[in-house]
């Protein structure tokens, strides 16, 4: 073992990036002059040196199998002298120099069932986790509702119709490993019932004080229960956001009749125009409904067409919902506004209307 | 006749243009010997950079709690004219209108038993009598009794209310503040007299968003005028300003917060349903832009100063109510909301600081209000949210329990 | 006694003000058309009538004497009938119907010292409260800043030349009886040293319970002190805001070395344009320096310059600082940005540069 | 060649035009009884709406802390195939480029020890390789050795570092930023691998505020670049903008938060003194507007998700910081930073919840960073100021204690 540790690399770190840089970007890095959208998942940026380097932007799926990697590979190699890349949102994008390509290239990814789009304003793939497929901490699959809705809404993503950019993100519990905090729309997944506790395991499991300290609201306290030492829970306190399951297993959270999804609206990131925004609620509750969540695939297309229809250009969600203020926001959109949606954490005070400022 | 002590820091404070208080207190000294005091005492604090008054204690007319504020020197023996030195506030009129009669009169009851020295008005909106002795408080009011004025709030009641001069010289008034100032003053005499809740509470009431009361700083609630239907325009008006060299898009149209203004160079359109009532192309225009026909008011709640929590400014919790007499709605409204504050706030605790404390959706659920969009400047950022209700398993799938 | 109470009137309320409304005004109630500002000072507002009734609006000096309200009774038998009024920032205004008065009130009016003004784009009279005058909790005087500040502004109040309307206000201490916490350019009067606790009155004259209580940042804890039950401030954590002394007599707070003034800008009241805002920390701290506090009066002098040259038609001291960035107003107002600039209370976290929205 | 189970609930998602994950899973299924048993788990989720994975344990490659997510079916005698099916993270090339050589690699790798089934990519950037077992972890480590690729990071170290292309493809690129983020992965290589900070910590590289890693939003460190000078502007590119129909006064001007410029409807003014740096005048217009000649770097400290006080976006620490080789300043400024916080933060405490508790002043004070304005929205709206320093009697006027 010693020795195995002795002739053994570590700490190398990943490839330099230089080893995977096509030709024409190695030439042309950094001196970039402009960039054209040609047409939908299509742009061309130009150099300095007059250079031209097309992109072709697919759904790369994400969850994908290594045979659909080995595809891309053939199709790289046919068309980009054996270069690609994917992009932040987890796209796959081809880099041509030859623009007789494009077509054909796109024609050979429709047929592989990959739609290539998601370049300007459009809805690009939606940032999203784990879920039942390989999460322990889900309230609610990933991989599925994306589908779903991107089922539904691929005809924004395969056209630029929109007035400005529409970011979907999904996260399948409050750890929003999808940072959907900030997302033009959001999916959340969430517990609706305190965890479950059981207190056989719980002390052999979990180091109590942690668990105590892992609760923002203080619901949980230790507790001795029929001779056990364990932790109870002040139900009324607690806000079902699964921190302490976080650190102890032995306080199941997860819960088939009360789990399911709430859609938040209006986050940015870009600092353009607005400064970056948080994601607002927007609908507290829809039960999870596998295998195609048809209510949140159909809440979702309401959002993403009234937005379309009543925003100005550029304007992202939730620079059009600020301008037209929030009661605008929900007697256009239907949803009933509730107690939920009335912030009672820390800086609740701060979320209060605190002018006149009103339409009716 | 007192003599006047030397004051050389304070005479500093004769020159220059704008009104001199201590030419105010000389003159009053020179017939009251309180003010006499007052000054050595004054010019004392101003070369010791430091005040020299106690403790208020608790003194008062019969069958009053509130309206004198006790004040003692800390320096009787120096300055026995303001070993008391107590403050009476007097419930102003609603706008602060007067008569040169009443005005006098109550000049003549202060020149009889008092210091001569007043605020015009107080920043509450009473008018403050500055300086008497424990022992001139029942005559005073015996006195004020005569003229019909009465005294103001003061510990923990209802503060006198006040308000914008709305109607009697404003053409922007969207509902009577002056009228429903002088009602809530009546209808809540008690409270106002009586202190007996957590805290001090406040109201303030402003005819229309320009808010000329800074109700929305500072009232635990505050009553702003607002209208519905589309701001009355006349057209041939805002051609006037246009020709007077107003240039409507950059002074009216770009400053719209709505953006729901456009100027083609002739004509001004308003797309009313998206204007959030903030005034400013009305306030701009006065000659061609009205508030709409639909008159009312937003109804907020819960402003104050700092201590302790943090300053607050008040939220909306009616976003349009209208306001006519016998005003049932507003006054039930307002029980509701001092019985549950009452109840559970803690000692010093203005009902903004409760509202945070307690949360506001439950706050609504206790006076009975449906929240509404118009409650919150957006929806909660945070997903810590306490959903009431859960299945539990066997459930009828459509009944809840509640948790 | 008991008798006096029998035949005494009590709960009658402030007299009905439609006692105190001149006739024009009776007539003309709820019908007001319009108003145009004929000079500094002077306005005329036109009823649906065509009735006009002029105001004239002068400085009161709201800490006044009989003998001057005894004044004004003078001057408003001699041009309005016996009526006049006064407003929610204590500026004394005459009433007229005849425009032919209004030149003569005007220099009656100067002749007994009082500034006419602080109608439409103008400064107008400093809403402030006690200070050494009757406070027990004063941290600095209030008439007396107040006279010396305005001395120095009078232009602004007898002309109409800034960019819109600019609200000082004045309180003298964290009380803020002003409520200057939402004024364009706010003077709070402060203490910057913990209270001295007089042990042997304490327990006598003050509840222990709400004295701890009382503290916003917990820096009070009950303690015994040399046998007698009293309380212990712990340094680092007051911040002088002297909550406790208000609850009890026995921590005085005052002190003549380290009270002073502190500046603060950019807050609103009206929901004209922008939402109604706080006033933000512009000048920590100015030590007291009576009897005409020198330093305050040329800071307070130097923002209202700054704003006023650079502020554009209508913007408030807030909404111009918006518009350019604080990093701007810092730099431009000369004031150096310090540590005690950073909020460190509650919300804290929300005042912080979320963005890079920054100027350079 | 295992038995595919049937899954009638997640076959209803191969249908619709969008690429699906369950094809994919069938894929790999042919190849991997893993694969199967996991199709057979997720059915069985879909049916029962929960999902059935238990905590992950400790689990990793030889001197590695990190990287690796251990997980277990809740089910494993069911599912014997996905008793352990963990995932581990491949630290991917700055900018996600890969030559077809490079990932075929990867893939023959991950038939041969792995479920075949990959994320391209995490959302923290990595290449997410998922599931497989404990006994192949060593295998699989060794095999991407020869490959030249390193795992990702894990647990409460720092996690691996991405970065929008910025230079490689994008004209707006401030600083390079892959080689940045390259820089920092070898850098902090132990940092990486070997967690011992409270929690995580990440770091986000993009090239300009259009911010195309969302930082902002999910970085402990954003580094964002920036420029200071007048934005470059070619005249006749506006010309053609306007010519070819873009509304530039609506398009362009009235976009702008920093309300300085202006259209005259030839000329387009930028009063550049006053331009924030949003981006949006030059998204619009790429081929008439590029960033200002001096470029770098904003930093931001901070932002996370919501547990467990709250989601934070990032906050400004250094307004504008050149960004070249060697990046000593920047890495020094780093390692204080996790000094204090190593130092001084909660277990579970990320960088963000930390400055929160002890206060950016003190942070900075602690990190030896001066406050600037750019690092607040707004100074202090309440007055409770920690004043640290005060008179005693008898000091001299100009000296000052320490309290
Ligand atoms: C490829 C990618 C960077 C990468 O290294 O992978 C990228 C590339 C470009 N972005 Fe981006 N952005 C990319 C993620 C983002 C993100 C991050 C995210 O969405 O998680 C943002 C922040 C989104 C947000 O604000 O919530 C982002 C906000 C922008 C913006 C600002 C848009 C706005 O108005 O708010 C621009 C400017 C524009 O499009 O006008 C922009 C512009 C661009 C340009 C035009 C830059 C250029 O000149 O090349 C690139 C192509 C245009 C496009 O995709 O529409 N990019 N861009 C990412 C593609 C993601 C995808 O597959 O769809
Ligand atoms: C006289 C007046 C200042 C003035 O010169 O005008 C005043 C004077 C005092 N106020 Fe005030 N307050 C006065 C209007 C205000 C206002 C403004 C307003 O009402 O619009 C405020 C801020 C708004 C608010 O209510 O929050 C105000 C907020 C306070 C506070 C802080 C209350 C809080 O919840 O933060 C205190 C402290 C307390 O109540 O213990 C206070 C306490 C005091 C005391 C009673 C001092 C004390 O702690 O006992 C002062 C008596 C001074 C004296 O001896 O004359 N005063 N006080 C104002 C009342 C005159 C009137 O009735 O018209
Ligand atoms: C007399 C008074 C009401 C009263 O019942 O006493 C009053 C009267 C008028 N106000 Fe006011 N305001 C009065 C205090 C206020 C206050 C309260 C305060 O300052 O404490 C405010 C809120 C200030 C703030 O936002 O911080 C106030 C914000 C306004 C505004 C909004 C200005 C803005 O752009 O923000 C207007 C509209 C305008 O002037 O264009 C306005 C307009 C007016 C008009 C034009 C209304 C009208 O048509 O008659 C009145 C005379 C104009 C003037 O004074 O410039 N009034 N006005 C108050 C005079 C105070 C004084 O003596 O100076
Ligand atoms: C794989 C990944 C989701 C994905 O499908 O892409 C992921 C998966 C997990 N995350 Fe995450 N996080 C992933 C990116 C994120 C991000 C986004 C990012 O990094 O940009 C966030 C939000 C940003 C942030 O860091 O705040 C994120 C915030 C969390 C949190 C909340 C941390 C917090 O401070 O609020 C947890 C909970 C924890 O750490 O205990 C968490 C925990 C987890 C765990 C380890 C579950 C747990 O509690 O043990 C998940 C393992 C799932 C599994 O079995 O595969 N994950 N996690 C992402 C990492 C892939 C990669 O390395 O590229
Ligand atoms: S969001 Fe929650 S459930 Fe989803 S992958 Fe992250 S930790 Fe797991
Ligand atoms: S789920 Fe969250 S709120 Fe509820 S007990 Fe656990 S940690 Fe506390
Ligand atoms: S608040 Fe409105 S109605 Fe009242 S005086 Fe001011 S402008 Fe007129
Ligand atoms: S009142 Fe204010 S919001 Fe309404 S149209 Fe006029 S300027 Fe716009
Ligand atoms: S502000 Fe403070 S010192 Fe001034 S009057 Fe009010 S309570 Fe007294
Ligand atoms: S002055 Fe304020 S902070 Fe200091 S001890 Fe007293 S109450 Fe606490
Ligand atoms: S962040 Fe800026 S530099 Fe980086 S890709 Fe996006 S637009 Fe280009
Ligand atoms: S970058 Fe943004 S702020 Fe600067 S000029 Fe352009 S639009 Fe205005």
Not at chain 1, 162 to 174: E, N, S, V
Request: hydrophobic share 35%; net charge negative.
């Amino acid at each position: 073992m010693a020795d195995v540790m002795k002739d053994r690399r570590t700490d190398f770190g990943p490839p330099h990036y230089s080893k995977f840089l096509p030709p024409i970007i190695k030439e042309n890095y950094g001196k970039w002059k402009y960039h054209e959208i040609l047409k939908p998942g299509v742009m061309v940026h130009v150099s300095e040196t007059d250079a031209k380097l097309f992109t072709v932007r697919a759904s790369s799926g994400r969850l994908i199998a290594i045979d659909k990697i080995r595809n891309y590979c053939d199709l790289a190699d046919k068309y980009c002298d054996g270069f690609l890349r994917f992009t932040s949102r987890h796209n796959v994008e081809f880099l041509l120099t030859k623009s007789e390509n494009i077509d054909p290239l796109i024609a050979d990814l429709k047929a592989l069932g990959h739609p290539v789009g998601g370049i300007g304003n459009a809805i690009t793939s939606i940032v999203h986790t784990q879920g039942w497929v390989h999460c322990h901490s889900a309230a609610t699959d990933a991989s599925g509702v994306v589908k779903a809705v991107m089922d539904d809404l691929i005809e924004y993503f395969e056209e630029t119709k929109l007035p400005g950019k529409l970011r979907i993100a999904l996260a399948c519990c409050l750890n929003m490993c999808g940072a959907v905090h900030c997302s033009d729309i959001a999916i959340l997944g969430i517990h609706r019932r305190p965890p479950k506790i059981n207190h056989d395991t719980l002390k052999k499991t979990c180091e109590i004080p942690n668990v105590v300290a892992a609760c923002p609201t203080a619901a949980v306290r230790p507790a001795e229960v029929d001779g056990k030492q364990s932790v109870e829970i002040i139900e009324e306190r607690c806000m079902f956001c699964a921190n302490c399951f976080t650190v102890c297993p032995s306080m199941p959270i997860a819960d088939p009749l009360n789990d399911g999804v709430s859609i938040w609206v209006g986050g940015k990131v870009s600092n353009a125009r607005h400064e970056p925004m948080f994601s607002k609620l927007a609908i507290p509750f829809i039960p999870n409904n596998p295998p195609r969540w048809p209510e949140a695939v159909e809440a979702i297309r309401g959002l993403v067409e009234l937005w379309a229809a009543n925003a100005r250009k550029y304007e992202r969600m939730g620079e059009w919902i600020e301008r037209i203020g929030w009661p605008k926001f929900f007697k256009m959109s239907g949803i009933e506004f509730q107690k939920e949606h009335i912030d009672d954490f820390k800086h609740a005070g701060l979320t209060f209307k605190r002018s006149t400022h009103l339409t009716f | 006749m007192a003599d006047i002590p030397k004051t050389p820091l304070l005479d500093e404070l004769e020159k220059g243009k704008w009104p001199s208080f201590v030419t105010e207190i000389k003159t009053a000294a020179k017939r009251s010997p309180m003010c006499a005091d007052l000054l050595g005492q004054l010019e004392q604090s101003y070369r010791e950079k430091i005040g020299y008054w106690k403790h208020g204690g608790i003194v008062g007319v019969m069958g009053y709690g509130g309206g004198v504020i006790g004040r003692y020197s800390a320096l009787p023996e120096k300055y026995p004219g303001v070993s008391h030195f107590h403050t009476i506030r007097v419930n102003q009129p609603a706008g602060w209108y007067y008569t040169t009669e009443a005005l006098r009169a109550i000049c003549d009851i202060w020149e009889k038993h008092g210091s001569g020295l007043t605020n015009m008005h107080g920043s509450t909106g009473d008018i403050i009598l500055l300086g008497t002795t424990t022992d001139e408080l029942e005559p005073i009011f015996a006195e004020l009794t005569k003229f019909d004025f009465d005294i103001g709030g003061s510990g923990s009641d209802m503060r006198t209310p006040s308000c914008c001069l709305g109607m009697s010289r404003c053409e922007w008034a969207c509902y009577d503040t002056m009228a429903l100032t002088h009602d809530i003053t009546m209808h809540f005499q008690d409270e106002l007299h009586r202190p007996a809740f957590p805290y001090k509470f406040k109201f303030k009431m402003s005819g229309c968003p320009n808010d000329c009361v800074a109700s929305i700083a500072r009232a635990d609630m505050s009553i702003i005028g607002n209208w519905k239907g589309d701001i009355q325009m006349d057209k041939a008006a805002v051609t006037e300003y246009a020709k007077g060299g107003m240039n409507i898009q950059s002074d009216v149209v770009n400053n719209c917060p709505a953006k729901c203004m456009e100027w083609d160079g002739t004509e001004l359109k308003i797309e009313n349903s998206y204007c959030k009532h903030c005034m400013h192309c009305i306030n701009v225009m006065p000659k061609a832009l009205r508030p709409g026909k639909e008159r009312g008011a937003t109804i907020l709640i819960g402003s104050k100063a700092p201590i302790v929590e943090g300053a607050l400014l008040s939220s909306v919790l009616v976003p349009f109510i209208k306001l006519e007499p016998p005003y049932e709605e507003l006054y039930d409204l307002v029980e509701r909301i001092w019985d549950v504050w009452s109840e559970d706030g803690k000692n010093r605790e203005r009902v903004g600081e409760f509202i945070q404390r307690v949360g506001m959706g439950n706050f609504l659920e206790a006076i009975e209000v449906e929240p509404v969009a118009e409650m919150v400047a957006h929806p909660r950022e945070n997903p810590y949210v306490f959903y009431e209700d859960y299945y539990e398993e066997g459930d009828e799938d459509d009944e809840e329990d509640d948790a």
